[in-house]
């Protein structure tokens, strides 16, 4: 089957940079959606970013300050996080889907920590 695996994520202070990744292995050998999700304490789960076929999308908070981006070579999808605000702190939670109908693929969820 399909394995999800993030990394990138971790302790940066604010106005700093973190990229995350997220690799997919198994049946998965193109990315055809993507989403990056995030969700804080006492907050609800957040679409932060989406891949869906040749569009991309951004929540209001992120944009001009986050990047999507895929690589359908190995096939890895990244989150490049700009100018973080501590508001940014959350677990960040990749899901992947090879094609238009198939199955979104989730990964474990990886850390930000945005603080001084």
């Known amino acids: 089957q399909v394995q999800v695996v993030e990394s990138g994520g971790g302790l940066v202070q604010p106005g700093g940079s973190l990229r995350l990744s997220c690799a997919a292995s198994g049946s998965i050998f193109s990315i055809y959606f993507a989403t990056w999700h995030r969700q804080a304490p006492g907050k609800q789960r957040e679409l932060v970013a989406s891949?869906?076929?040749?569009?991309?999308n951004y929540a209001e908070s992120v944009k001009g300050r986050f990047t999507i981006s895929r690589d359908n070579a190995k096939p890895t999808v990244y989150l490049q996080m700009n100018s973080l605000k501590p508001e940014d702190t959350a677990v960040y939670s990749c899901g992947i889907r090879g094609s238009f109908a198939g199955a979104t693929y989730w990964g474990q969820g990886t850390q930000v920590t945005v603080s001084s």
């Open positions: 891949i869906n076929g040749g569009y991309i």
